[in-house]
């Protein structure tokens, strides 16, 4: 029987998490913080307020702007994780890569999406291109490159990173124009929920029956690996080598079969590391992992 996701976030790593929360996220904060080159425009709704489904805790973004004004900056899309039943944007952990990542010269964008009680992953990745579409329509003004938008995630976020990329409807339906740059994925969880709903860990799948229902046509739907086709994203995928199994596994079978399509496809583990303390590498503006993913992209 596979592990439980809940159970692993609960026990493993939730016990590392306490311990160091403090001690990081002050480090992280120094670090980021110290040069102090970016500044945040909080709180700008990506959906009309009079849209039917409007939300307006959940329909937000906060752009985090390099002061060291670059010419049509590339742009990072962060959209956080939390199986796919909590999170949000002012976490101090998603706070952190906002500066992280701005404090590499990018214009970064973390957005919050629709997580309550009955909400469907198709919802939450709608959700995720409507902010993406915002990003490209209004970006320019914030000095970021419509051309040049990389959309990442972490766990949970990872998966609705890589729907959205893979599955291209959901762009489509939101007015999206371009084709997006990149897919950074950070220990996603998820991107093959047709195979773990079917034989998963029961207590996991019985949670996430209220996210994915109990159609095994719609776990397909929902499972980015069963999307990929021939398109121009660069992927990049990273997991710890201490993670979840069926993250170790579905992060190596979305790189290969992107790489069968003939897809731009790189992927590694980040040793030791188990599924939560990987999206410290995210805060941390001078973390080697955080500038080879800088190089991948491009960003000097």
Request: charged fraction near 20%.
């Amino acid at each position: 029987m596979q592990s439980s996701y809940i159970g692993f976030l609960m026990k493993k790593d939730m016990k590392y998490w306490k311990i160091v929360t403090i001690i990081l996220f002050f480090w992280c904060d120094i670090l980021s913080v110290s040069a102090k080159s970016y500044r945040i425009v909080k709180n700008v709704h990506y959906v009309d307020s009079s849209a039917s489904d409007f939300n307006k805790n959940a329909h937000v973004l906060d752009i985090y702007i390099p002061k060291n004004k670059i010419k049509e900056a590339k742009v990072f899309v962060f959209i956080h994780g939390g199986a796919w039943q909590k999170g949000t944007k002012d976490s101090p952990r998603h706070i952190a890569v906002g500066k992280a990542f701005s404090n590499n010269g990018m214009v970064v964008v973390v957005i919050n999406y629709r997580i309550q009680i009955g909400t469907k992953y198709f919802d939450m990745a709608s959700d995720c291109a409507r902010a993406i579409t915002w990003v490209e329509k209004n970006i320019a003004k914030y000095g970021g490159n419509k051309n040049e938008i990389y959309v990442s995630g972490h766990s949970s976020g990872g998966h609705l990173a890589a729907l959205v990329s893979t599955d291209p409807t959901y762009l489509m339906n939101a007015g999206f124009k371009n084709s997006i740059k990149g897919c950074i994925l950070n220990d996603p969880y998820g991107l093959n929920m047709l195979d773990y709903m079917g034989h998963g860990n029961f207590v996991d799948v019985s949670i996430f029956e209220s996210v994915f229902t109990i159609l095994p046509s719609e776990w397909k739907n929902g499972s980015p690996y069963y999307h990929i086709h021939k398109d121009d994203i660069k992927y990049y995928t990273i997991h710890g080598g201490k993670t979840m199994d069926e993250v170790k596994k579905c992060a190596v079978q979305f790189h290969e079969r992107n790489r069968y399509v003939g897809n731009l496809s790189h992927f590694h583990v980040v040793k030791w590391r188990t599924h939560i303390p990987m999206l410290n590498l995210f805060c941390n503006k001078r973390n080697k992992e955080l500038k080879k993913i800088l190089v991948y992209i491009g960003v000097k």
